[in-house]
């Protein structure tokens, strides 16, 4: 099965979930037949979904045309925003999640790829703007800011949106539940890294290791941890 990244996954599904070729082939048949028989919009989008995460973009470009043509709505957008993401189409996923804030202009996990995208262009500014709409409910959308705070050298705003993206009890159930080893690794990397900026070497030592324990083998941490 064609592997998406992480935050793809999360725009289809909600959280990382794959399906298993044989189980998605009877689950094809059901969402078939009910689009097919009740000319169901969710219906075909699910299955549009479905076919995307399988790597089958274009069966998924054709179900989710269908669904826009029937009904339009902030959802619709987002996944058809997400296949031209996976097809690294930016200006067209961007177009589409757009549109989709244009009907709900609060949908969290638009935002989130409409700040990954601007991020990608290193607009670093354009990109904070999005995932601060979003960080009160995502985990990730703060953790995203506290990234950029850290790139753009300002470490203690970055150590403060870092800890609210573990610790606000809004968030920490995402990033417990939701959180593969590798992107906690990342997480605590990233506080390391800020720790040591700071001159802040015990706490360093202590979130490097931590990352570590995640991950062994997680390359930026390997390389702070020669430095401590």
């Not at 753009?152 to 990033?175: I, P, T, V």
């Not at 290791?209 to 401590?228: M, Q």
Request: glycine share 6%; with cysteine; aromatic share 12%.
């Amino acid at each position: 099965m064609r592997s998406l990244p992480y935050f793809i996954w999360i725009a289809i599904f909600g959280a990382k979930t794959k399906i298993r070729g044989d189980a998605w082939s009877g689950s094809e048949m059901i969402l078939s037949g009910t689009a097919a028989a009740l000319g169901s919009v969710k219906a075909t989008v699910n299955l549009a979904s479905g076919y995307a995460a399988l790597g089958q973009l274009e069966q998924s470009r054709v179900l989710m045309v269908s669904a826009l043509k029937r009904h339009q709505s902030a959802d619709i957008y987002y996944n058809y925003g997400v296949l031209f993401l996976a097809q690294n189409d930016g200006p067209r996923a961007e177009r589409d999640f757009q549109r989709c804030l244009s009907l709900k202009s609060d949908h969290p996990l638009c935002l989130l790829n409409l700040g990954v995208l601007y991020e990608r262009k290193n607009e670093l500014e354009n990109a904070a703007s999005f995932y601060k709409k979003c960080s009160h409910t995502s985990c990730r959308c703060r953790f995203n800011i506290g990234r950029i705070e850290f790139q753009q050298g300002n470490y203690n705003r970055s150590l403060e949106n870092l800890f609210l993206a573990k610790h606000d009890h809004h968030l920490k159930m995402e990033f417990e539940q939701k959180y593969s080893s590798s992107e906690r690794a990342s997480y605590f990397s990233l506080l390391a890294f800020n720790f040591f900026k700071v001159k802040k070497l015990e706490q360093a030592r202590k979130w490097v290791k931590l990352a570590l324990a995640e991950n062994p083998f997680h390359e930026t941490s390997i390389r702070l941890n020669k430095y401590l």
